[in-house]
């Protein structure tokens, strides 16, 4: 069974350009959420997608949106970048559906999209 | 506040031997659940075990093992018999009620652990 896949896995832009991350889960999963994490602030937890729809968002500035196709393949986008959003983008999925439980399922990770922004 | 604190940044283990990764959390729900996982250095994150707070016996999959002491609020991870492909970061996760989704997990800062020949 493949794993979770992130194109691309490297990029560098410059500031005020925007770039776009893409994220395939596993065959079958219909929930995708997505992390940032950086050597300061750590892993933070930026939105969630559930049949297409965003279900949960944290707290990041509206630069950063995202959306998920019929085929649960989601995208994030990041407009006007600034050096602060150079990290890894980690993009995770789960079998789990909205009313999945709290005490159930673990989340699985691709190996990420590494943004550098100069 | 801070609701999961690893306060280890870096630890040493000879192979062969156990080692112990400290987590402690913080919440103020009842129901809530605790991760654990490893990233090596490809950046993936590898999931490794899970602790829900109803459960009364400790997590074990394979040579990890969650000592979970629920009153002092923390979520060791135990490594038994280590080994060189056990060098990596560790990250303590939780998510409980307040997370806003069953999806988004509050992780600690990690510990890098090496793994020494």
């Known amino acids: 069974k493949a794993g979770v896949t992130q194109t691309p896995r490297y990029l560098i832009k410059t500031r005020g350009q925007q770039v776009t991350l893409s994220c395939s889960p596993i065959s079958g999963h219909r929930s995708v959420s997505w992390y940032q994490q950086t050597p300061g602030q750590g892993l933070q937890f930026l939105f969630e997608y559930f049949s297409e729809t965003q279900r949960n968002k944290g707290n990041f500035p509206g630069r950063f949106s995202g959306r998920q196709f019929s085929n649960s393949r989601s995208e994030m986008n990041v407009s006007t970048l600034e050096l602060g959003d150079s990290a890894l983008y980690l993009c995770?999925?789960?079998?789990?559906?909205?009313?999945?439980?709290?005490?159930?399922?673990?989340?699985?990770f691709g190996e990420g999209s590494r943004l550098t922004v100069l | 506040a801070q609701k999961i604190t690893q306060t280890q940044p870096g630890m040493f283990v000879q192979e062969k031997e156990a080692v112990t990764l400290d987590c402690t959390y913080d919440?103020?729900?009842?129901?809530?659940?605790l991760f654990w996982y490893k990233q090596p250095s490809s950046g993936e994150m590898i999931f490794l075990i899970y602790?829900?707070?109803?459960?009364?016996q400790n997590a074990t999959e394979g040579r990890y093992s969650l000592n979970f002491q629920k009153a002092r609020k923390s979520a060791n991870l135990v490594i038994s018999a280590s080994q060189l492909g056990d060098s990596a970061m560790y990250f303590c996760?939780?998510?409980?009620?307040?997370?806003?989704?069953?999806?988004?997990?509050?992780f600690g800062s990690g510990t890098q652990l090496t793994v020494l020949p």
């Open positions: 996760a939780m998510r409980d009620k307040l997370s806003g989704s069953a999806r988004q997990l509050t």
């Open positions: 602790q829900g707070s109803y459960d009364e």
């Open positions: 995770a999925s789960s079998p789990m559906g909205v009313a999945g439980g709290l005490n159930t399922g673990e989340l699985f």
């Open positions: 919440t103020s729900d009842q129901s809530y659940g």
